[in-house]
T-cell receptor
Framework: DSGVTQTPKHLITATGQRVTLRCSPR?????VYWYQQSLDQGLQFLIQ???????AKGNILERFSAQQFPDLHSELNLSSLELGDSALYFC??????????????FGPGTRLTVL | DAKTTQPTSMDCAEGRAANLPCNHS???????VYWYRQIHSQGPQYIIH???NNETNEMASLIITEDRKSSTLILPHATLRDTAVYYC???????????????FGQGTILTVHP
């Protein structure tokens, strides 16, 4: 158990819909990262937040957005869903402020299926 | 971040050492080598990291060549539970412009046989 929790575990929805994935980082971790894992693209970094502020952006689509709240939990919002958005979405957290090494703790993931 | 090259798959007998190679010939001076693994669609798990020197922890050892262009992850006594995809990642510390994002390649599928 990494200490990172993600809800829901599974999500099945239809094309065109909007969903919200939730992540609670390990206690005390300030950084939250979102990754997408699909069969054809592998594990890809989407976005990072540090203490409520966006720090880095990867290949995140404009239809996707994220935020980190004052209690440090994070949400990833996916809208206008397409079949290709079906994937495992992982959240990770780390203890950095940006001076420590990059050990990230991953949650169990949310499996999104778009029908 | 520097790109890494790993074999697609490897096999290992239970109880033997598993040696997983990784090439990172374009690594720069401030980049660390990290190893993570992913067991069957679970979240990736950190194993070990290093900069120049060899490192060992309770899970594995990491051997980095002197020129830092390649490394080897060693699982000293592989068990069936070590069957997983192993990712070699080169990344700056979070203090770099990448701010800690991990760039995963395809990894090596390690299968440990009884």
């Amino acid at each position: 158990d990494s200490g990172v929790t993600q809800t829901p575990k599974h999500l099945i929805t239809a094309t065109g819909q909007r969903v919200t994935l939730r992540c609670s980082p390990r206690s005390g971790d300030l950084s939250v990262y979102w990754y997408q894992q699909s069969l054809d693209q592998g594990l890809q970094f989407l976005i990072q937040y540090y203490n409520g502020e966006e720090r880095a952006k990867g290949n995140i689509l404009e239809r996707f957005s994220a935020q980190q709240f004052p209690d440090l939990h994070s949400e990833l919002n996916l809208s206008s869903l397409e079949l290709g958005d079906s994937a495992l979405y992982f959240c990770a957290s780390s203890a950095d402020p940006p001076s420590s090494y990059n050990e990230q703790f991953f949650g169990p993931g949310t499996r999104l299926t778009v029908l | 971040d520097a790109k890494t090259t790993q074999p697609t798959s490897m096999d290992c007998a239970e109880g033997r050492a598993a040696n997983l190679p990784c090439n990172h010939s374009t690594i720069s001076g401030n980049e660390y080598v990290y190893w993570y693994r992913q067991i069957h669609s679970q979240g990736p798990q950190y194993i070990i990291h290093g900069l120049k020197n060899n490192e060992t922890n309770e899970m594995a050892s990491l051997i980095i060549t002197e020129d830092r262009k390649s490394s080897t992850l060693i699982l000293p006594h592989a068990t069936l539970r070590d069957t997983a995809v192993y990712y070699c990642i080169v990344s700056t510390n979070a203090g770099g412009t990448s701010y800690g994002k991990l760039t995963f390649g395809q990894g090596t599928i390690l299968t440990v046989h009884p």
